[in-house]
C-alpha cells in the first residue's frame, strides 16, 4: 500500500522536468505515488515520465510589457489554479513540490490556499521569476546552489543539490581517463535548443586551426539544431575529422562520461551532471538568459575548480581553438579540473530532496529537519 500521494509540478522543458524524474523515482523506491502537473507540452512526456498520471494545467509566461497581453496571462494563470485547486482537492497529495516555470504557479499557488504542504525546488544560483513569486508562500525551498541564509527565502533554504537521473549516476561510475600522445581525444560539444547555433557556427572554423596531429586524434560528439546538421557535418567532414552530429543524445550521459572534455552551455542541469559525473569542462553560458543564471551555474563549478567560465563574446575559432589545444596537450591539467568537477558533484541530491518532501508532507518545520541532518 502507498505511503501517500506527492504532486511534483514542473515547466515542460527538460531542465524542469529532468530533477523532477529524478526525484520521482526516489519517491517512488521509498512507497509513495507520484503524479505530474505540467503544461501542455506533458504528452512528449508521458511515456516515460514515473507517474500513475499527468495533469496538464493552463499557465502563461508574464513576459510581455502589454497591458492586454499581461490580463490574458493573469486569466489563463488563475485558470490554471482552478484546474489545479480541483485536482488537488481529488487526488488529496501530501504535498506539492515545484520545480520551476510558470506552469508550476497555479498548482504551488492552489496548494497554498488549500494548506496543502508546499516546496520548491530551485535549481540555479540565482532563483527563476516564477520561483520568486512562489518563495514567500511556500514552506520551503530546497537549492541547487543557493545558500542557506539569514534571507527571508535562506532562511527556508536547504542546499540538496540539483537531483540527475539514473543514467548520470551510472555514468559516474566511470573514472575519468587522460588522453596521451596520439590516443583518441573525445570532445562533448552541447548548448541546448537556444544555445547550440554558437557552437555549430564556431567550433568548425576552430577545429581547422588546430594542427593535423591534433585534429588526427579528435573524436567530436556534438549537439546542433536540426536545421544545422548538414551543413556542421559537411564542415568537419572537409577537415577528415571523426565527428556525429545530432539535434539530440538519448544517451548523453554516457557520452558525457566517456568524453575526455566538454563544451557546453552551463544550465543548472548541465553543470550538476557535469560535477556528478566528473569531467573538466569549458563553460560558455548563455548571454541572453534572463537572470544571468548560467554565468552563476558557472561560477559555482569554476570555483571548485571543475571548469574554466568564458564569456560568448570573449571566444572566437582563434580563441577557442587555442584553449582547446592547450588542453588536449596538458592531460594533467584535465585530470586535475576532472578531480574538481567530482568533487562539487551532488549524487545524493535526489536523496537529500525526497528526505526534504517527506518532512514536509509530515509537517515538520524547516529547523527541525536541518537538527536532524546535522544529527
Same mark, same amino acid.
Given at each position: ?9 514542473a ?58 497581453a ?13 484546474q489545479a ?24 499557488y ?77 570532445? #562533448? @560539444?552541447?548548448?541546448? !535548443? ?7 557556427? +564556431?567550433?568548425? %572554423?576552430?577545429? $581547422? *586551426? /588546430? ?12 549537439q ?36 575526455? #572534455? @566538454?563544451?557546453?552551455? !552551463? ?7 557535469? +560535477?556528478?559525473? %566528473?569531467?573538466? $569542462? *569549458? /563553460? ?22 571543475g ?24 592531460p594533467?591539467?584535465l ?18 530532496? $525526497?528526505? /526534504? ?19
Open positions: 500500500m502507498a505511503r501517500g500521494v506527492i504532486l511534483l509540478a515547466g515542460g522543458t527538460g531542465g524542469h522536468l529532468f530533477p523532477a524524474e529524478a526525484l520521482a523515482h526516489e519517491l517512488i523506491e521509498r512507497g509513495w505515488t507520484v503524479q505530474l502537473a505540467t503544461d501542455d507540452r506533458a504528452e512528449r512526456f508521458a511515456g516515460h515520465f514515473p507517474a500513475v498520471a499527468i495533469h496538464p494545467i493552463q499557465s502563461a509566461t508574464m513576459g510581455s510589457k502589454n497591458p492586454i499581461v490580463l490574458g496571462a493573469f486569466w489563463k494563470i488563475w485558470r490554471g489554479v482552478r485547486s480541483a485536482i488537488i482537492g481529488r487526488i488529496k497529495p501530501d504535498a506539492v513540490v515545484g520545480f520551476g516555470g510558470y506552469p508550476t504557479l497555479p498548482p504551488l492552489a496548494a497554498t490556499r488549500r494548506k496543502v504542504p508546499t516546496l520548491i525546488h530551485e535549481q540555479n544560483a540565482v532563483m527563476g521569476r516564477a520561483n520568486r513569486a512562489l518563495a514567500a508562500r511556500v514552506d520551503a525551498i530546497a537549492g541547487g546552489f543557493l545558500p542557506q541564509d539569514t534571507s527571508a527565502a535562506g532562511a527556508k533554504t536547504v542546499t540538496t543539490g540539483n537531483p540527475v537521473r539514473p543514467a548520470v549516476l551510472e555514468a559516474a561510475k566511470t573514472p575519468y581517463a587522460v588522453s596521451t600522445g596520439q590516443e583518441p581525444f573525445r570532445l #562533448l @560539444v552541447f548548448g541546448g !535548443s537556444q544555445g547550440a547555433q554558437f557552437f555549430s557556427d +564556431a567550433m568548425p %572554423g576552430a577545429i $581547422a *586551426l /588546430l594542427s593535423d596531429a591534433q585534429r588526427r586524434r579528435l573524436v567530436i560528439t556534438q546542433a539544431r536540426a536545421d544545422d546538421v548538414a551543413r556542421v557535418k559537411a564542415a568537419y567532414a572537409a577537415l577528415g575529422v571523426a565527428v556525429e552530429i545530432s539535434p539530440f543524445f538519448t544517451d548523453m550521459a554516457a557520452r558525457m562520461a566517456a568524453a575526455h #572534455l @566538454v563544451i557546453s552551455r !552551463s544550465g543548472a542541469s548541465t553543470v550538476s551532471e557535469i +560535477a556528478v559525473i %566528473g569531467r573538466p $569542462a *569549458l /563553460l560558455v553560458p548563455y548571454p541572453y538568459a534572463l537572470d544571468h543564471d548560467q554565468a552563476a551555474n558557472a561560477a559555482a563549478l569554476a570555483a571548485a575548480g571548469g574554466e567560465v568564458h564569456p560568448q563574446s570573449s571566444l572566437s575559432p582563434e580563441s577557442i581553438a587555442a584553449l582547446l589545444g592547450g588542453l588536449m596537450d596538458n594533467e591539467r585530470a586535475a579540473m576532472a578531480a574538481g568537477a567530482k568533487s562539487a558533484g551532488r549524487p545524493d541530491a535526489a536523496r537529500l530532496l $525526497a528526505d /526534504l518532501t517527506e518532512a514536509i508532507a509530515s509537517r515538520k518545520t524547516i529547523s527541525d529537519f536541518r537538527k536532524g541532518t546535522d544529527a
